[in-house]
């Protein structure tokens, strides 16, 4: 009987020690799984290109640039870009020269007068799968890449992913969820993937809500089909881009909020909107859009509607006489090709009809997230 009992009692030590290597098989396996996945590209390249554009941000750079290196996600490379700085930008950056995920330091002698170009520059010399740029005035939390790396690897149709941003002052003091959608915040409080025709169509003031180029991840053979960015433009290229973008592909979104967008006077958004720039380049993706036949007739009249009344809020903060000479400029005149048919004038009475009705709910809307941000900061 003792035998017996020794002989079970070595058979279940045996299983037990059968089941502990299986145990240390499977993670020695998912280790190397995510070893596999990390480095994949066997050629050596990257999975991923972080392109930092910088022009003056030397007060931002140093956050900009250890929220990168903190990334959980460790495949990518960065391409820094100084497009002539007069700060002392290349000194903050100097102590990064010799980090090893810096791949390539890009420095103009003189200021290119666009970020896009700068932009685009930097996508011609990415190696990655994927593309992130990375504003130097912005910042993020440690997950946003491997975040949005899964969703685009789990989608293979998804041209891009975005996550929600919050919105922080040059100090970077207390933060504020940045508003994607007045009228369904519902919708972008949970992660989706959605068609990007679908998105397009249904939101297609800054192309599906993407409000911060800081917050996307792209794959970069998208960025070669549409073209890349409007190099003419130095406000409103990567509103038409990420238009071009759902066309030709799907898009991924997170709820997470992973990247933090940064207000301040020096930001190109707040100088283009004093200076009218960034109204005659809303007008110019406005026309675009509008002129997609893909997109039914009935929401492209709608889109257009609602972007000139947006636009005259803008407008308006320049003055009667500046917002008149921009409204009648050759790029706010409304794409009246569109009008082709019976069908199309009727949706047109029907729209100048309604816009009361819309202008009335739209300021109701305006009026109610005032009063919900008063509340916010007051809290």
Not at 71 to 88: G, H, K, M, Y
Not at 163 to 175: L, N, T, Y
């Amino acid at each position: 009987m003792v035998i017996e009992d020794d002989h079970c009692y070595f058979l279940v030590s045996d299983r037990k020690n059968m089941a502990r290597k299986a145990i240390l098989s499977g993670l020695q396996s998912a280790r190397e799984l995510k070893m596999n996945i990390l480095l994949k590209n066997h050629s050596g390249q990257p999975t991923v290109s972080v392109i930092v554009p910088n022009y003056n941000h030397a007060r931002f750079l140093d956050q900009r640039m250890q929220t990168i290196f903190d990334q959980t996600w460790r495949d990518f490379e960065v391409i820094f870009l100084d497009d002539a700085s007069t700060d002392n930008s290349l000194e903050i950056f100097e102590k990064y020269r010799k980090n090893p995920h810096v791949s390539k330091i890009i420095v103009n002698n003189t200021n290119s007068g666009s970020p896009f170009i700068q932009w685009n520059r930097g996508i011609r010399e990415a190696r990655g799968k994927y593309i992130w740029i990375a504003e130097s005035d912005d910042y993020s939390a440690p997950e946003f890449l491997e975040t949005m790396i899964k969703k685009l690897e789990a989608n293979s149709t998804a041209g891009l992913a975005y996550c929600q941003s919050w919105v922080v002052s040059k100090a970077g003091q207390r933060p504020s969820v940045q508003r994607l959608s007045m009228n369904d915040r519902v919708r972008w409080s949970n992660d989706f993937f959605s068609p990007g025709l679908i998105e397009l169509s249904r939101y297609p003031y800054y192309a599906g809500k993407i409000l911060n180029a800081s917050s996307v991840v792209c794959r970069s053979d998208c960025w070669n089909q549409i073209g890349l960015a409007d190099e003419s433009m130095s406000q409103s290229a990567d509103w038409l881009c990420w238009a071009k973008f759902l066309l030709i592909s799907d898009v991924c979104y997170s709820a997470e909020r992973l990247n933090y967008y940064r207000v301040h006077d020096g930001n190109v958004t707040q100088k283009n909107r004093l200076t009218g720039k960034m109204i005659l380049e809303d007008y110019k993706v406005i026309n675009y859009i509008s002129s997609i036949r893909e997109i039914r007739w009935a929401r492209r009249w709608a889109f257009v509607f609602r972007s000139h009344f947006v636009q005259s809020y803008k407008l308006l903060e320049l003055g009667w006489k500046n917002g008149l000479k921009i409204y009648f400029s050759k790029h706010s005149s409304l794409n009246l090709a569109l009008i082709t048919n019976t069908k199309d004038r009727c949706v047109v009475i029907r729209m100048i009809i309604l816009l009361p009705v819309f202008v009335f709910r739209s300021m109701l809307l305006k009026l109610q997230s005032l009063r919900s941000d008063k509340k916010l900061l007051e809290s």
